[in-house]
Each structure stands twice: as structure tokens, then as C-alpha cells.
T-cell receptor
């Protein structure tokens, strides 16, 4: 049973560029959440998708957007990248109504 | 609003000894859940243990136990018989009914297990 998978594992971009990160949830899970983890910090919630719609959103600007596909996989898009967007981006999946989230290995984004 | 505080930036423990990682929380919601995650250097967050606010008994999962003191709003993680592989960052998190159980994480505690 595959767990949560994310791609790519590492990414280097320059300021102003756009990036797309991808996540496949654990089998049987229908809800995907995205987190940003800056160096030395705990993960910060970006948003959560369920039934292909954004259901909850944290305190992140509109430059951060997402999408969920019918197979429950998800994308995180970040436009107009800033140096401060450099972080580990974690995807977590869960089943609606259950509290436990399973995390993927993350995508480490570096913005130069 | 919900808040998680982990006051220990780093902890050291001898192999085979027990260690307690501190976590305090703040919420006005009566229904909430407390989580502990382990994050090795590889980056993946590994779920360890969960405690619901209405659970009467402290949660246990193998060598992990959660010392839940509701009146003090604390949810400390106890790791018994520490192993070298336990060296990692440990994060306490809380999700409450008012926040749709989206977890808020603390800043983490770095645990180093010495042989």
C-alpha cells in the first residue's frame, strides 16, 4: 500500500518564476492538505482540498493556489516566487471525518 | 485561535533511558485533538500518537505515551527505552473543532539519543 507521494523531491527556481508541486494521497484517502515548513519552524497550513474544492485556507496570499483532481491527487501552485518561499512543502492526506493525517516526504523548494 | 508551545529547542538522552518532551496548548474549543509527529532528517513527518480531548485515558503506542493533563493544558510525549533511531525533530500539534481539526504545529524539539 503506497503512502503519500510527492514530486519533485527538490526544486530550484528564481524570483518571479512559477512552480507546481504534486501530491498523490495514500490509498483510500480523499482529503489533501498542503503545508509550508520554513527552516527551523513547524509546518504552517496552506490549504485543504476535498471533493476537488478548497475547503480550508491558512494565512497565505493568493499567489498560493491549488487543485484537486478526480483521483484525489493534488497540485500546489505558487506564482511570482519570492526568496521567502524557500521551504519544505509537505502534503498530507486523510479521510474525511478522521483526524489522523499521513504526510509525504515533501518537496524542498529553493528560490534564488 | 489555537496555539501550541514547545519550550525545549533541544533535548539529549542516553540510549535505553526514557525522555519527556514538553508541549502546552491553548484553545477555547471544548473538542480538540493533540498529535505528536517525528520528523527525521529526511523530512517526512511520521505520525506517532493521538489524544482526543474527551479521552479518559492517556494514549499509548508502543514505546510512546502521551501524558495528557487537561487542567494544565499540557500534552507531553514520553518515549521509553530510547533508541539511536529516535534522534529526530519532534512536533506537537493540535486540531480543534473550531478550526475543522486542521492541526497547528509547535516549533518542535530536537532530540538526540547518545549511545
Amino acid at each position: 500500500d503506497a503512502g503519500v507521494t510527492q514530486s519533485p523531491t527538490h526544486l530550484i527556481k528564481t524570483r518571479g518564476q512559477q512552480v507546481t508541486l504534486r501530491c498523490s494521497p495514500k490509498s483510500g484517502h480523499d482529503t489533501v492538505s498542503w503545508y509550508q515548513q520554513a527552516l527551523g519552524q513547524g509546518p504552517q497550513f496552506i490549504f485543504q482540498y476535498y471533493e476537488e474544492e478548497e475547503r480550508q485556507r491558512g494565512n497565505f496570499p493568493d499567489r498560493f493556489s491549488g487543485h484537486q483532481f478526480p483521483n484525489y491527487s493534488s497540485e500546489l501552485n505558487v506564482n511570482a516566487l519570492l526568496l521567502g518561499d524557500s521551504a519544505l512543502y509537505l502534503c498530507a492526506s486523510s479521510s474525511r471525518g478522521l483526524n489522523e493525517q499521513f504526510f509525504g516526504p515533501g518537496t524542498r523548494l529553493t528560490v534564488l | 485561535a489555537q496555539k501550541i508551545t514547545q519550550t525545549q529547542p533541544g533535548m539529549f538522552v542516553q540510549e535505553k533511558e526514557a525522555v519527556t518532551l514538553d508541549c502546552t496548548y491553548d484553545t477555547s474549543d471544548p473538542s480538540y485533538g493533540l498529535f505528536w509527529y517525528k520528523q527525521p532528517s529526511s523530512g517526512e513527518m511520521i505520525f506517532l500518537i493521538y489524544q482526543g480531548s474527551y479521552d479518559q485515558q492517556n494514549a499509548t503506542e508502543g514505546r510512546y505515551s502521551l501524558n495528557f493533563q487537561k487542567a494544565r493544558k499540557s500534552a507531553n510525549l514520553v518515549i521509553s527505552a530510547s533508541q539511536l533511531g529516535d534522534s529526530a525533530m519532534y512536533f506537537c500539534a493540535m486540531g480543534s473543532s473550531g478550526g475543522s481539526y486542521i492541526p497547528t504545529f509547535g516549533r518542535g524539539t530536537s532530540l538526540i539519543v547518545h549511545p
